[in-house]
C-alpha cells in the first residue's frame, strides 16, 4: 500500500515538476479541490481518492479549479497506466492531455494555451 502512495505521489510530482519549469516565477500552488473519484491503476482500488492538488501559471486559481472539477470525470481514449491521451472539453483554445486512473478517467492532466497552463493530479 505504501509503494502505491508513492508511485502516485512520483506521478503527480512528475506532472508539477513539468509545469513548474517553464516559469517558476509565475506558478501558483492553489491547493486541492474535491472532484471526480479516482482510482490509482494497480491497486485493486485501495488508493482511490476525489482530491487532487492544481498548480496554475498565467490563470487564476479559482479558474483552473473551477476546470479541474469539469474534467476530472472525462473518460480518457485509453486505460493504460503511465500513457497520455488528450483530453477533450476543456477551456476554449487550450490544449489538454491526461493521464488514466484504473478506469480510464483521469488520474492527472494538464492543459496549456501559450504560456498560460494549469495542471492537476489527484492526492490522497
Known amino acids: 500500500m505504501r509503494a502505491c502512495v508513492a508511485l502516485l505521489l512520483v506521478v503527480v ?5 513539468e509545469a513548474a519549469t517553464a516559469t517558476t516565477a509565475q ?5 486541492t479541490v474535491v472532484g471526480a473519484e479516482w482510482v490509482f491503476p494497480g491497486t485493486g482500488g485501495k488508493v482511490s481518492g476525489k482530491k487532487y492538488g492544481v498548480l496554475a501559471n498565467g490563470v487564476s486559481c479559482g479558474f ?3 476546470w479541474v472539477v ?3 470525470g472525462k473518460k480518457l481514449a485509453g486505460k ?4 497520455s491521451y488528450p483530453l477533450a ?5 487550450y490544449t489538454c492531455t491526461a493521464n488514466p486512473d484504473a478506469n480510464g478517467k483521469v488520474l492527472a492532466a494538464s492543459c ?3 504560456k498560460n ?3 492537476f493530479g489527484g492526492r490522497p
Request: aromatic share 12%.
Open 13 to 17: 510530482a512528475g506532472f508539477f515538476a
Open 89 to 93: 472539453g476543456g477551456p476554449p483554445g
Open 112 to 114: 496549456k494555451s501559450g
Open 80 to 83: 493504460k497506466a503511465g500513457a
Open 27 to 31: 506558478v501558483k500552488v492553489c491547493g
Open 64 to 66: 483552473a479549479k473551477q
Open 70 to 72: 469539469t474534467l476530472s
Open 117 to 119: 497552463y494549469f495542471t
